[in-house]
């Protein structure tokens, strides 16, 4: 068999392991337009930070070891310019001769990746102005903040910005983030961002939302770059991080079906509507694990196991791609931010019906010195309980719960599950009651009606004459330092002797600082006979879309 790929790195790399490890007959081809054929581009922005101090690191397998090892036929600095689906050939450009060639294959896997957008603004080809994608653009960036740099501004909010924003700064280079929303990593629910936000601000980043860059302009000193809003940013290095789009053009003048966001059209195999032609990675439109709808998701996870996959099925074993869940996390200086699953968002634009519940724990045992905290957020059907997405941010510990909800995520457990679930336990390493244990528990009480909960953000949206009675039930000097406008202040201790001193025709929205306590005061209420509701996470969840309340 004649396997040929197209593009290296995550995909086409695994992909090219898979399929030697499954034949030693294959004659498989590995073409590759760079000089590197698998990197770790999740590691770019930590070697220009100096965190990765040697650049061989990044690394992952150079050409020479795949074609010793694997016995494959490596060919980089090699662009396919065409495919033939009639005479079954692709048409390869060597780029250091300029030579073109056919080659023939009996099944084709496409790993073309995803390419930074630029968009077509004035200046946008000026020295100083890059993307990031590869170790060449690694190195010139690096070339630039060697020479010295004083400030930089990136144009994006995303995952990639964010960590050059760490890194930046760890050089000793003022910088500003820009990004055209209202906020920052868009795959997560806005007020899910507030603590990355307020990391950046304590760490001396300039965050800039809701603008965007119109123009960038050379001066004596390096570069300005233009917003929307009428600021002018000086800088000596601008890099733009604003989003990705599949290189799909082999794919589109092939005649092979290209989603509305141009994702290479996909089974459930990873074959495109050729059956001779598999596509892979982040240039393929996949369905969302969740919702079952097309999407497109550009992770090196999924990348890896669609690679594997391809050549599973090239290889006679049939194998399904179960979809991608999007489970994703972010380091900024001392925060974590992660996600699985659906976000609200998502839930709310596909009118999927779903309950969510917030809770505020600790790492590990509170009274183990070093405990963090958490904020975590959990999604779940309002019939069945089966969980649907997860946030959290906060610091240590947050990657170890999220992927234990992506795990129940792709089980199809429910919140009742995550009640049952044994996790390891000693006190430097969790808590007896697990934070996935203390979400299953408040989802579960809410589905079960034990506490009936209202959002803050309910609360907030509602004018103030029509408001529940706000009752908070923290300390007397809990409520000074800080509290939700209106409300009244009768500690959960308190509570049994002073209920005279509540409305009877009136809902009671009791909170307190995370919500225990005002679990606790709605059961006592419940059962004096008032209307009340827990407000769901207490006073840090408010605090989430109040920052500056």
């Known amino acids: 068999m004649n396997l040929l790929i197209v593009g290296g790195v995550a995909g086409g790399a695994s992909a090219a392991a898979r399929a030697r490890r499954l034949s030693e007959e294959a004659h498989i081809v590995l073409f590759e337009r760079g ?78 990746g995803a390419a930074p957008f630029r968009p077509a603004i004035p200046g946008i080809d000026l020295a100083g102005v890059y993307t990031l ?72 980043v300039t965050l800039l939302l809701g603008q965007t860059a119109e123009a960038l302009e050379q001066t004596a000193d390096g570069l300005i770059v233009c917003l929307n809003s009428g600021q002018r940013l000086p800088a000596q290095l601008v890099v733009f991080g604003v989003g990705v789009r599949p290189e799909n053009k082999l794919a589109f003048d092939a005649d092979l079906e290209v989603g509305p966001r141009g994702g290479i059209r996909v089974n459930e195999f990873l074959q495109t509507n050729d059956p001779d032609i598999y596509a892979v990675g982040d240039a393929v439109e996949v369905n969302d694990f969740v919702s079952g709808d097309p999407t497109q ?35 900024v200086f001392d925060k974590t931010a992660a996600m699985t699953g659906a976000s609200e968002k998502a839930l709310r634009q596909t009118n999927r019906p779903f309950r969510k519940i917030y809770i505020h724990p600790v790492h590990h045992a509170g009274y183990y010195p070093g405990a963090e905290g958490m904020s975590l957020k959990l999604l779940f059907d309002p019939q069945s309980g089966r969980i649907l997405g997860a946030q959290a941010v906060g610091g240590a510990g947050v990657d170890k719960r999220i992927d234990v909800l992506a795990v129940a995520i792709q089980a199809g457990m429910t919140v009742f599950d995550l009640e049952e679930m044994e996790l390891a336990y000693a006190p430097q390493y969790g808590s007896a009651k697990d934070p996935i244990n203390m979400a299953g528990f408040v989802a579960g009480g809410l589905l079960r009606g034990d506490h009936p909960q209202v959002d803050v953000e309910a609360v907030l949206a509602t004018p103030t004459a029509d408001r529940p009675f706000l009752l908070d039930v923290r300390t007397p000097q809990e409520f000074a330092s800080g509290h939700i406008p209106g409300a009244v202040n009768i500690p959960v201790d308190e509570l049994r002797s002073r209920l005279s001193e509540l409305p009877r025709d009136q809902k009671i929205a009791a909170y307190c600082q995370v919500g225990q306590r005002g679990y606790l005061a709605t059961r006592i209420l419940l059962q004096a006979g008032f209307s009340a509701a827990n407000v769901g996470g207490g006073y840090k969840t408010y605090k989430l879309f109040q920052p500056s309340a």
């Not at 090196?300 to 050549?311: K, L, V, Y």
């Open 133 to 204: 994608r590869n170790l060449q653009d690694t190195d010139a960036i690096k070339e630039c903040v060697d020479r010295g740099v004083k400030q930089t501004v990136l144009l994006g909010g995303g995952f990639i910005c964010l960590e050059l924003a760490e890194n930046f700064v760890r050089r000793g280079i003022a910088t500003t983030v820009v990004e055209k929303n209202g906020q920052i990593l868009t795959p997560f629910d806005k007020e899910m961002t507030t603590p990355i936000v307020q990391e950046l601000a304590d760490k001396g």
């Open 35 to 112: 000089p590197d054929v698998s990197f770790a581009n999740c590691g770019l922005p930590y070697y220009l930070g100096g965190e990765i101090a040697e650049r061989e690191k990044l690394l992952v397998a150079k050409p020479a070891l795949l074609r010793s090892r694997f016995n494959l036929d490596v060919r980089t600095q090699s662009s396919v310019e065409a495919i033939d689906r009639t005479k079954k050939t692709v048409r390869v450009r060597d780029l250091a001769s300029g030579r073109e060639y056919e080659e023939p294959y009996d099944k084709l896997i496409l790993a073309t």
């Open 297 to 331: 998701v550009p992770l090196a996870g999924p990348a890896n196991r669609q690679g594997r996959i391809a050549a599973d099925n090239i290889f006679g074993r049939a194998v399904r791609y179960r979809g991608t869940q999007g489970t994703a996390i972010v380091g």
